[in-house]
């Protein structure tokens, strides 16, 4: 295997893979969550894929190949358990308690322990760019996201430097939405 096609398999283990990612999540005031995701992949590689999403916390609901890319749909039964997929081992979820009254915490922490730089070319053909939104259950207060609209956080990353920086954090902090009432 050559030394591009040794890193972007690296890079498939890592929270967002790469190639162009888009991950769209939604995370329900119970702290479930539900994430589509779809990337630059091989068709052969997508069981092996699926297999690395589906975990304890995580299940694989829908996984299909088209037009050169992945596309997966997941429900996460506590978004602060993701890390318990082989797919997102890497990536800490933590939610909170807000420091202003009446808000929460998110913290989205992804560890790339082996970080990698890859040809102009490898980049240009998987993607320059990896895009996570994640809908929170209130509207965005304050975010590291590069938008935000409403309830949406928006991160665009540039595909070399998620991949050469060590740590991608993604902080939100969102009003709380209202207790269930008993």
């Keep these: 295997m050559t030394t591009d096609r040794n890193a972007i398999v690296v890079l498939a283990t890592l929270l967002a893979l790469s190639g162009c ?3 769209d999540a939604k995370l ?10 779809s990337y630059v992949m091989e068709k052969a590689t997508l069981p092996m894929a699926r297999q690395d999403m589906q975990g304890p916390h995580v299940t694989v609901k829908r996984a299909e190949w088209a037009d050169g890319r992945g596309s997966f749909d997941l429900a996460v039964d506590d978004a602060q358990k993701l890390s318990t997929s082989k797919m997102f ?4 979820v933590g939610i909170q308690d807000g420091k202003a009254e009446g808000t929460k915490e998110l913290n989205v922490t992804i560890r790339n322990e082996r970080p990698t730089r890859l040809k102009p070319e490898v ?18 207060v304050t975010s ?8 949406a956080a928006t991160w665009t990353i540039p595909t070399d430097e998620f991949l050469t920086k060590p740590e991608i ?11 269930p009432k008993s």
């Design 28 to 37: 329900a005031p119970t702290g479930e969550a539900t994430i589509t995701m």
């Design 169 to 179: 954090v993604l902080d939100a902090v969102y009003k709380a939405p209202p207790s």
């Design 123 to 140: 980049i240009e053909r998987i993607g320059k760019e990896v895009r996570l939104t994640i809908e929170l259950p209130g509207e965005v």
């Design 21 to 23: 990612l888009t991950l």
């Design 89 to 92: 081992s890497r990536a800490k």
């Design 144 to 151: 590291n996201a590069t938008s935000t609209k409403g309830m």
